[in-house]
């Protein structure tokens, strides 16, 4: 077995908070340090392999419809290059994060409605492709379309075109929201045009793929557990439509049909729950909107979808509300994993959406955060849904974002430095990355598609409740290249010291990519015998290779 032992040795520096080139503890020839080289071991196990990597990503919502379309190129290719480049600078360091798959939002209409959307902010509007009368105008959307051909420049491996909510025309309330009322929680589709509803979303699949973008996947429906209802003031958020299982389900038949007859290629990617809890259980106040896997997967169930010719054997699921705290944060993964194992193993787990909603754990949602706190919050939900969870896929909401909030993995601000939803940020403006791109950059750029996770685990530190309060570690190989891709996150404000032995490398020269407060992957090449620093509250990736 090919086993692979990652020592971290803790610098216990005595008096400040420095560390001298000489050891700390030697002082006029005398060890002053009572625990000197406190060694933890990370025992990576080549050998125990676990699930196979799909892809990470992010969502052109909502802000890329104006960037895409009006902002001048320079600074759209420099949005591009920092979300999906794979190019190095000349000292090595990734001019972006790589991003493997690209969630396309397909408009429902509210923007051509304008004010009478009903929908507060332009930005949330979203165009249709498809006019009343039922043809087509392929020039809309210009903005989301520039931002799949960028990807595609820069090799993005997979592409998902995502509905939220029916054309408006199709709606029962002529609105890209729900009615409430006797329709609540109920799809917002008029009776008789499903298989309009299902033909529309094959015909944009078959537009984006005639036009070059390599669709893998369509879901037609997002967050059907939520009741997209208008406030108080008669506005709505944004574009959204609930569903019950069962008008899911009818939808899901519709459109396989549709995709075979129009020899589609693109694999339905179906879930896109809410919370985590909808997935693996019942919920007493949407009973028909939950206990989602058992009703899609169970194959004795009369909803089962994995006999139907387009239909991808995942379940996709947001993170939203599943960790106020540590304990909440495993225990949500832990019985997702269970769920699903017990039901159907067949099937893939994809975390397709989240950003910072609201309070968890004592990270706000409002707020924009570009610096360190929020990224290794970030980066310990991106762990516990991979190691934990045992997701294969793992997405963000908000590829950029204008709004003083936890929602984007790039910031845009008009050309003052303002930040919120202007009419003059949708011309022109400001690029700011921000900590939790570099973050999620930790394992995107270097844990590509098809790479197998293998067992990781540190000594005295195999609680995951522990782990997710200390030091986490994951290990990822590539058999066909015999690349090994560990990543460390280390939560604690003190820095360690790694020391890579037993992992047979076929040289001890190792890339290491840093992001941490000052950092933002940066690379330095490390050797694997002489040890590798992790710095305090940072998110370190190193890349070597077996033999």
């Known amino acids: 077995m090919n086993i692979a032992t990652i020592s971290l040795v803790a610098l216990l520096a005595c008096g400040k908070n420095s560390v001298p080139a000489k050891d700390p503890c030697l002082v006029n020839g005398t060890d002053t340090c009572a625990a000197k080289n406190t060694a933890l071991t990370a025992t990576i196990n080549l050998a125990a392999e676990k699930q196979v990597m799909h892809s990470f990503g992010a969502s052109d919502c909502w802000g890329i419809k104006f960037i895409g379309k009006n902002w001048p190129e320079n600074k759209r290719n420099q949005i591009a290059d920092l979300l999906f480049s794979?190019?190095?600078?000349?000292q090595g360091n990734p001019k972006g994060i790589g991003l493997s798959m690209w969630r396309i939002n397909i408009g429902a209409g509210s923007f051509e409605q304008g004010e009478g959307s009903n929908i507060s902010s332009p930005w949330r509007r979203e165009e249709s492709f498809q006019l009343p009368d039922g043809s087509y105008d392929w020039s809309k959307q210009a903005g989301n379309q520039w931002f799949a051909r960028a990807a595609k420049a820069r090799n993005v491996e997979n592409f998902l075109l995502f509905s939220i909510s029916a054309p408006v025309h199709m709606t029962k309330n002529g609105y890209a929201f729900a009615p409430g009322g006797a329709d609540k929680g109920k799809l917002n589709l008029q009776p008789g045009k499903m298989d309009a509803f299902a033909g529309f979303l094959a015909d944009v699949t078959k537009h984006y793929t005639d036009a070059g973008i390599p669709v893998g996947y369509i879901s037609p429906l997002n967050e059907p557990q939520w009741d997209w209802m208008a406030g108080n003031n008669g506005k709505a958020t944004q574009e959204g439509t609930p569903a019950t299982n069962e008008e899911a389900f009818t939808l899901i038949k519709a459109l396989d049909a549709q995709m075979a007859a129009k020899s589609l290629s693109a694999k339905i990617a179906f879930g896109e729950a809410g919370a985590l809890n909808y997935i693996y259980g019942p919920v007493s106040t949407a009973p028909e909107r939950s206990d989602v896997f058992n009703y899609f997967w169970n194959p004795s169930g009369k909803g089962y979808i994995g006999a139907l010719r387009s239909v991808e054997p995942v379940m996709t699921s947001h993170s939203y509300f599943a960790q106020p705290d540590v304990p909440t944060l495993i225990s949500h993964r832990q019985q997702l994993a269970s769920r699903m194992s017990a039901i159907n193993p067949q099937v893939h787990y994809w975390q397709t959406e989240y950003c910072v909603l609201g309070k968890e754990d004592?990270?706000?949602?409002?707020?924009?955060?570009?610096g360190m706190n929020t990224a290794l919050y970030i980066a310990r939900i991106i762990h516990t849904d991979?190691?934990?969870?045992?997701?294969?896929?793992?997405?963000w909401w908000l590829a950029v974002s204008p709004s003083d909030y936890k929602d984007g993995l790039v910031y845009v601000s008009d050309v003052n430095g303002t930040m919120g939803e202007l009419p003059a940020t949708q011309q022109d403006g400001t690029v700011h990355s921000s900590k939790m791109l570099w973050a999620l950059g930790n394992y995107s750029r270097f844990v590509r598609p098809g790479m197998v996770r293998v067992?990781?685990?540190l000594q005295n530190n195999t609680a995951p409740e522990t782990a997710a309060a200390n030091l986490m570690v994951s290990a990822y190989k590539n058999p066909a290249t015999k690349e090994v891709v560990t990543v460390l996150i280390n939560m604690t404000n003190k820095d360690e010291e790694i020391s890579l032995s037993g992992l047979q490398l076929a040289s001890p020269e190792v890339a290491v990519y840093t992001t941490s407060e000052k950092d933002e992957l940066r690379h330095t090449q490390g050797n694997a015998a002489k040890g590798i620093a992790l710095g305090a509250r940072s998110v370190v990736t190193v890349v070597g290779k077996y033999r």
């Open 362 to 370: 004592g990270i706000k949602g409002g707020g924009r955060d570009l």
């Open 386 to 395: 991979i190691v934990i969870g045992n997701a294969t896929s793992w997405q």
């Open 86 to 90: 794979k190019e190095m600078d000349a």
């Open 455 to 457: 067992d990781a685990a």
